[in-house]
């Protein structure tokens, strides 16, 4: 089984060079990009917007609560069958959330699936040097997000996944969300739009009544009225658990 | 305690005194509403004085628990026998101490109450003991929970400035839950109060007060003086302009 997956690595391996080759032999035969060409252009040249999968591995026992809600959001925005949650719990494997239909779930890490070019993937990790741009979309079909926790300063589970050797780009300075880290990578990727061009807001104070407020620890998209973007349902799941006892 | 030291020395060593009394009394008696000590040297013993909330917790069935205390103060500092008097004072209104409410708000979570309802409660008693401002924040990150912090306020509060450090009461606590542990902060506002007894003496330095005019006192009219005749001066030599 092993040697199984090993020939079949070294198989993508050699397809992978074959297909890097073709793209250079490609690049120098294409045309020069007319001078007002927008960045949109220029990242998807030939076919229409690409649409990557989003793998993200979750670490809890369950998905329940904000996890449940942040997927939902994901799943909303990157349409049917291109968020994959993988390592997941035999429990949540057996019987996925009615809510998360269309997610493909499973108990496997990324490198046991099969069908996945491990070279196309490219893993979001705080501790890498190049930024996400608009040109990964031509190299990468995947990008893996690890360790989702919610830890403030983050515990970097990340390390786990960067030691299999995948390609990595970072997404900022401010630790996200994992909704906000996947729909900023749909933004970068599939739009086409620069990693720091796009509006955030860090570390929000969101009011949730008369007298109390909430400050979320983490970089969101910024909406026009200077609100951050958050899941929804996450203002009124937010407003239930202080009504919850702590012990 | 006998030997001579350096008055640098001195001065050290009393704050490292202070500082793991403190430390030693807040774990101690922090269910019954430690809000700080005071040490007082006098030549004949050292006295020190807790103000707590439940001061009968403190002093125990007929003063044991604090004879207890002054044994273990008076062994672990090396005091002779006699020489230092642990006394317990009630703090006069214990919704001004931030160290109180945040103990307060520690039990309640430890106890199983609502996040919500205990701050809230705790806000709204601050408030009536006629606090100016009050601003609770409940910190950290619960098993299976985003890290958040939940803030909690009430009235006015100053954040910069010398005022600040006049007129604000600032404790931190941290409550060791089952899932994972959150860190409190209590910041009390205290009203300007001039006697100095339940808050400081000084004004917010923004504060004017305009007094009333004063009524004018009448202006005596001038009476016009009798005529005088001038009479000559003779001019003598000295007389010089």
Redesign the interface.
Known sequence: MKALREKNRAAQLAQMQRSQQAQQTQAAEQPQPEPAASAEQAAAPQTPAKRFKYVVEHL?E?I???SELEYRNMLANVGHGNLWLSHVSESVARNPPASLAGAVVSTNSIQTWEGVDLSRVLLADPAATQPLSPEDAGNYDYILFGGIL???PPRDRTKELRVMGFATRHLGKEQM?TDTAVLVSQIVLEKGVPLDQIDYVDRP?IKLGR????????RYIRLPDGQPRLPPGMLEH?KR??????? | MAAIISKKRKFVADGVFYAELNEFLQRELAEDGYAGVEVRVTPARTEIIIRATRTQNVLGEKGRRIRELTSIVQKRFNFPENTVELYAERVNNRGLSAVAQAESIRYKLLGGLAVRRACYGVVRFVMESGAKGCEVVISGKLRAARAKSMKFVDGFMIHSGQPSKDYIDFAVRHVLLRQGVLGIKVKIMQEWDPSGKTGPKKPLPDLVTILEPKDDEPVPVPIPAAAVPVTAVPVTAEAVL
């Open positions: 809890e369950e329940e609560g904000w919610g830890d403030d969300t104070e007298r109390e407020t909430v400050i979320m620890p983490f937010l658990s202080n009504d919850l006892s702590l012990n």
